[in-house]
């Protein structure tokens, strides 16, 4: 029985890992009505709040403990009397055991603890920072300032406690944005953390998180852009095993039945004549929660599911699917929904060193050139070593294949690692990049720009196209040249893509000032010499055509942050064959701007037409 297993990861991730434990740092009680919607007015419910014990090595065996939160203080009256007026809502509050003390309780003092990061600085969760004195403390950016002066009618200084923070050992984490209405980012001396600071950036994280932070700069602590309950919101993701992540959400949820979409945030008298709720921004909230929903539910991500149900309808049920993902709970409702829908056996392996030694196929969907390079080189669990460790009883010859938009680079470095193995005779690389993003995902309408050695490329390429027909159309998969060929088309499509997304918004946000009406506009474009995918496929205005991005508040699509990205690669390729550039620049930095804005985040990279208006 032939297998052909998936890997649809969607992170970029090596192989360090940390250890999490949760601490008891106090209770307090919750009023149920203040929080979600349907509520039982009358019901009230003490919960924990909690500090995490987050503990990383590095390759040099340096410990570094780090603890996110640290709950509510021991001793109340060290609260502002505003605080404490809150908090009497909020009784019973239990105060210990409180973080100081689990730590004691676990064999550590809180000397031993290096960074403090603070997912928002709520009561609730700022604890004892005195406690910590040879701590540095580490918050999203803009709370120093909240601290001092306060965050607006619903957020004023009284609540926060000015002198919370030592000032000589408190860092922020760099601006995601520039936000002209919330509190200022506060510059950091440069000698905290000094190491660890200089490679911090905000980066896109798979298809749900603009804005994501590599902490330790190895993918082991993934500080994640929280906006919504209060500005300087950050949550965490940890990765502690091979396959397993932590999500450390703070404060986007106070009830997992929220997460689950059962219940949304409740609404209710601010005491100035409107609604409030628990959050400083409760639209923003709810899309962040929407993201979190998203990724922990189905991180195979937006393509990469789609993509591996229609390998499954289309493989038959002799052929079993093996697939393999960080997230298990995504794998199980992958094999449910293919069982129910009867397309064949699936099974779960638990790496690419594991796939191949099953399988003499291997397609991977990956997000970025660490993983590749982690999945396919990792001399443990890299698809490259279990092809090496089974070739003394391997019959057949093994393809693999890597269908994301990577660097071109790294494509070249797994091609030629496999080429000067000991397998190179019996394993075949290939890049087969696709096009055509979620809907064409959804619909099995992808095109392929396959790369593949011109000395196989006879007996292989039919072999790839009969499994890409599977997801994409037959008429749209492409044999491009050597192996990297395809990442080249693929790179210089999105360039082109990228600068007509902005293109085509300029023109017929023109149409729209001069009164013109946009789709004739658009039909009369699609005539003549300015037609292009963008107008025709996915037309930026909305209301122009019907179940595109723009016709539902620009959700779906390919994401902005991935547009610049994609475009930067093209500025790349460029640079590295030295052709001359003038138009992706100016692109770039129009990209850049809008993603700055927090309304145009994570939304389609048609976005940019809203965005020319400032609406």
């Keep these: 029985m032939e297998k052909v297993p998936t890997s649809t990861s969607t992170m970029d991730s090596d192989t360090a890992l940390v250890t999490i434990s949760a601490l008891d740092a106090g209770h ?33 065996c340096k410990t570094t403990r780090l603890l996110f939160d640290l709950g509510v203080k021991r001793n109340l009256e060290g609260y502002t009397p505003a605080q404490r007026a809150h908090i009497s809502q909020r009784q019973p509050v239990i105060v210990s055991p409180d973080c100081a003390e689990s730590l004691s ?40 300032d909240l601290l001092k002066n306060g965050g607006g009618p619903l957020y004023p200084a009284e609540l926060f406690n000015d002198d919370e923070l030592p000032s000589d050992r408190a860092v922020e984490l760099p601006p995601v944005c520039c936000d002209a209405t919330g509190p200022k980012h506060t510059p950091s001396p440069e000698t905290l953390l000094g190491d660890l600071r200089k490679n911090w950036k905000w980066e896109p994280l798979s298809d749900f998180f603009p804005a994501t932070l590599d902490f330790f700069g190895d993918g082991s602590v993934i ?4 906006p919504g309950h209060l500005y300087g919101h950050v949550n965490l993701l940890c990765r502690v095993s091979e396959r397993k992540y932590v999500y450390l959400g703070g404060d986007c949820c106070h009830d997992p039945r929220i997460l689950r979409n059962e219940k949304g945030i409740a609404l209710y008298d601010d005491g100035k004549g409107g609604l409030r709720s628990v959050h400083v921004d409760t639209n923003i909230a709810a899309k962040t929660m929407e993201r979190i929903r998203g990724f922990t539910t189905a991180s195979l991500g937006v393509m990469g599911y789609p993509m591996a149900k229609s390998l499954r309808a289309g493989l038959g049920p002799e052929k079993t699917l093996l697939i393999c993902d960080v997230n298990t709970e995504a794998l199980k409702r ?33 997000p970025g050139s660490a993983a590749v390079k982690s999945v396919y080189l990792d001399p443990k669990t890299g698809v490259l070593a279990g092809a090496i460790a089974s070739s003394s009883s391997q019959e057949e010859n093994k393809l693999i294949m890597e269908c994301g938009t990577i660097e071109s680079d790294t494509i070249l470095s797994v091609a030629s690692a496999v080429s000067s193995s000991s397998v190179s005779d019996k394993v075949t690389f290939v890049d087969a990049p696709v096009s055509g993003g979620p809907m064409g995902a959804q619909n099995a309408t992808l095109t392929f720009m396959v ?51 902005l293109a085509a918004s300029e023109a017929l946000n023109i149409g729209v000032k001069a009164g013109l009406d946009p789709k004739l506009l658009t039909e009369v474009i699609n005539a003549s010499g300015g037609q292009c995918w963008v107008t025709s496929k996915s037309n930026p205005v909305p209301g122009v055509q019907e179940n595109v991005p723009s016709s539902r508040g620009y959700e779906g699509g390919f994401r902005i942050e991935l547009c610049a990205k994609v475009l930067g690669m093209g500025t790349k390729l460029a640079a590295d064959v030295g052709a001359r550039t003038i138009l992706d620049k100016p692109t770039l930095e129009a990209f850049k701007e809008a993603i700055e804005d927090e309304r145009y985040k994570g939304k389609d990279a048609r976005v940019v037409y809203k965005w020319l208006n400032g609406q």
């Design 451 to 501: 790369g593949c050695s011109p000395a196989v490329s006879s007996t292989i390429f039919p072999l790839v196209k009969s499994l890409l027909e599977h997801m994409g159309n037959k008429d749209g998969i492409f044999l491009c040249g050597d192996v990297g060929a395809g990442t080249a088309f693929k790179i210089i499509n999105n360039y082109l893509s990228a600068i007509t997304s």
């Design 105 to 144: 309780q676990g064999g550590l003092q809180p000397t031993d603890i290096d960074i403090v990061l603070l997912s928002h600085v709520h009561w609730d969760h700022v604890g004892t920072p005195s406690d910590f004195p040879k701590s540095t403390f580490v918050v999203g950016s803009g709370t120093l």
């Design 223 to 226: 500080v994640i852009d929280a």
């Design 334 to 366: 992958f094999k449910a929904e293919t069982s129910a829908a009867g397309h064949g056996p699936v099974e779960v392996i638990e790496n690419g060193y594991e796939a191949v030694k099953a399988a003499n196929i291997v397609i991977t969907m990956l």
């Design 28 to 60: 307090l009680t919750l009023p149920e009505r203040l929080f979600v919607t349907d509520a039982d007015p009358t019901k009230r419910t003490t919960v924990p709040t909690l500090s995490f014990l987050i503990t990383h090595t590095s390759p040099e």
